[in-house]
C-alpha cells in the first residue's frame, strides 16, 4: 500500500469513465496522486465505479470488489469503496454481502465521498476532470438519465429520468477540454437527442453541436446514442453543415420487425425505421452509421429474425455490434414476457447476423481503398502506427494503420492518408502530409 495514492477503476461505459475523470481531479487537489484502471492497484484509498446494465457487466464489477477485498485483507490497498451503477441500484444488497467495502456511493452521490474522507469539493475545480483518454480526445456527457422505456433496459431504473445540463456549462466544459489539448470531443448521453426535453420542451442538441462548433480549436465532434423515435432531423443540417462535425452518427436500433419492435416498446415500426435509415444517408452523404440489434428476445420467431437479417443486408451499416438477450430483473421484459427463445438458439442467431455483418464490414472497408483521408494519430503499436478517420470512434470502430518509416507521427495529429488496403475492420494507409485546420 503507498501512502497518498488513489486508485479509480472504471468498469462500463464511457459515461462512467467521465465521473471517475471528474473524482480524479478533486483527488489531485487534494494532493493525492491518482491511477487509472491500474493492474495493480496500491492506493491508500482504492475506488471502483461500477457498471449495472446486464448480468456480464454486473459479475465483472462483483469480481473486482471481491479481488479488491482480498487486496484489502493482505494489506496490499487501504481502504476501498464503491460506486457507479451497480451500488445505485444494489447498494443494500452489497453493503450487507460484502461488509469489507468501507463504502458504498451510488451513481449521484459520489462526491460525497471526499466529505466522508473530511475534504470538501474544491470549488475551482468543478467541471473540470482529469483526462484519462489520450490527450487530443475527451468524452463529453451532456445530460444523465433517459425518459424511455424499452421493455429490456434497466437504465431508466438506475439513472432514473432524463435531466440536460445547462448549455453553457457544457460549453464552458468544452473551451476546458481545448485548453488541456483535446481537438476530438465524443458528445456522450443515453439519448442524446432528447438533450433540452426537460428544460422547456423542446429539443436544443442541434443549437448545443452547432455552437459547440464554433468553439476555436474544436477539429472533430462526433455523436453517440441516438434515439430513432422522434429523431431531430435538424441535427443532420448540421452535421452537414459544419466541417468539424463528423459524419458518423451511433444509433441503436435493435430490431426491425414490427413484432419485436412493439414487444420492445420502442415506440416506432419497421416501416419507419426503413424510412430513417434513408433519411439519414440522404441528408448527410457519406453517413457512417453505427447501430446495435438484438436477438432472442421473448417472442422472436425465425420470421422475426429473418426480417432483421434482410435489414442488415440492406441497410449496410458501416459499424454495427450485437448481443443475445439477457432478462435483467425489474424490467417490463422480465416482469411480463417469458424468456422463451431457448440459449443456443439465441448463439445461433447473433453467430449468423455478426457473419453477415462482417462480410458487409469487408466490403465496406475494402471500398476505401485508393482513398485519401483524414487521419488523426492514436498510438504507435509496434511497427504501426494507429489513427483513425471521421468515421470510427475510439476503441470500438476500425483503425488505420500506418507503418513506421522515416517520417514520425504525432500523436494527435491530423495526417492526410491514402489508403492502401484493407481487412474485415481495419485499414492500411501512407501519410500524404499533415492535414491544416483553422
Known amino acids: 500500500m503507498r501512502r497518498n495514492r488513489v486508485d479509480i477503476i ?6 462512467n469513465l467521465v465521473d471517475s475523470e471528474r473524482l480524479m481531479r478533486q483527488f489531485e487537489a487534494h494532493g493525492f496522486v491518482c491511477h487509472h484502471d491500474s493492474d ?3 492506493g491508500e484509498i482504492v475506488v471502483v465505479n461500477t457498471c449495472g446494465f446486464i448480468g456480464d457487466a454486473k459479475e465483472e464489477s462483483i469480481q473486482m470488489i471481491l479481488q479488491l477485498t482480498q487486496a484489502k485483507e493482505a494489506g496490499q490497498i487501504g481502504r476501498l469503496y464503491v460506486m457507479g451503477c451497480l451500488s445505485e441500484r444494489y447498494r443494500r444488497q452489497l453493503e450487507t454481502e460484502i461488509p469489507q467495502v468501507d463504502g458504498y456511493y451510488g451513481k449521484f452521490d459520489y462526491m460525497r465521498l471526499l466529505d466522508d474522507l473530511g475534504m470538501a469539493v474544491a470549488d ?5 476532470r482529469t483526462i484519462t483518454t489520450p490527450s487530443h480526445y475527451a468524452y463529453l456527457k451532456i445530460s444523465e438519465g433517459c425518459n424511455r422505456h424499452c421493455a429490456y433496459c434497466a437504465i431508466p431504473i438506475i439513472t432514473h429520468r432524463h435531466i440536460s445540463r445547462p448549455m453553457e456549462e457544457i460549453l464552458d466544459e468544452v473551451r476546458w477540454l481545448v485548453a488541456q489539448g483535446v481537438r476530438e470531443l465524443q458528445v456522450i448521453a443515453q439519448e442524446l437527442t432528447y438533450y433540452g426535453m426537460d428544460i422547456d420542451g423542446k429539443r436544443h442538441i ?4 452547432d455552437r459547440m462548433a464554433d468553439i476555436p480549436g474544436v477539429r472533430w465532434i462526433r455523436l453517440h446514442y441516438a434515439y430513432p423515435n422522434k429523431f431531430p432531423m435538424e441535427l443532420l443540417e448540421v452535421m452537414r453543415r459544419r466541417d468539424n462535425v463528423c459524419k458518423y452518427l451511433d444509433v441503436a436500433l435493435q430490431h426491425v420487425s414490427d413484432n419485436m419492435l412493439s414487444r420492445m416498446r420502442r415506440d416506432t415500426t419497421s416501416e419507419e425505421t426503413y424510412q430513417f435509415v434513408r433519411d439519414l444517408r440522404e441528408e448527410v452523404p457519406g453517413i457512417a452509421l453505427r447501430t446495435t440489434m438484438m436477438v432472442g428476445f421473448p417472442g422472436e420467431t425465425e420470421e422475426d429474425f429473418n426480417q432483421l437479417m434482410d435489414f442488415v443486408r440492406w441497410a449496410r451499416f458501416e459499424r454495427m455490434g450485437a448481443f443475445a438477450y439477457s432478462e435483467e430483473e425489474g424490467t417490463y421484459s422480465a416482469r ?3 424468456d422463451d427463445v431457448p440459449e443456443e438458439v439465441k448463439q445461433e442467431r447473433l453467430g449468423r447476423l455478426m457473419a453477415l455483418q462482417q462480410e458487409i464490414s469487408a466490403e465496406i472497408e475494402h471500398a476505401a481503398v485508393g482513398k485519401t483521408m483524414q487521419v488523426v494519430i492514436d498510438r504507435r503499436d509496434g511497427d504501426y502506427y494507429v489513427g483513425r478517420t471521421q468515421y470510427s ?3 470500438v470502430d476500425p483503425e488505420v494503420l500506418i507503418r513506421v518509416g522515416e517520417r514520425q507521427l504525432r500523436r494527435g495529429a491530423f495526417y492526410n492518408v491514402r489508403i492502401t488496403g484493407a481487412e474485415e475492420f481495419d485499414l492500411y494507409g501512407a501519410v500524404l502530409g499533415l492535414s491544416r485546420y483553422r
Open 10 to 15: 472504471t468498469m462500463g461505459c464511457s459515461k
Open 124 to 128: 475551482d475545480c468543478r467541471g473540470q
Open 206 to 209: 442541434a443549437e448545443l453541436i
Open 336 to 338: 411480463h414476457y417469458k
Open 393 to 395: 470512434s475510439p476503441e
Open 40 to 42: 495493480t492497484p496500491r
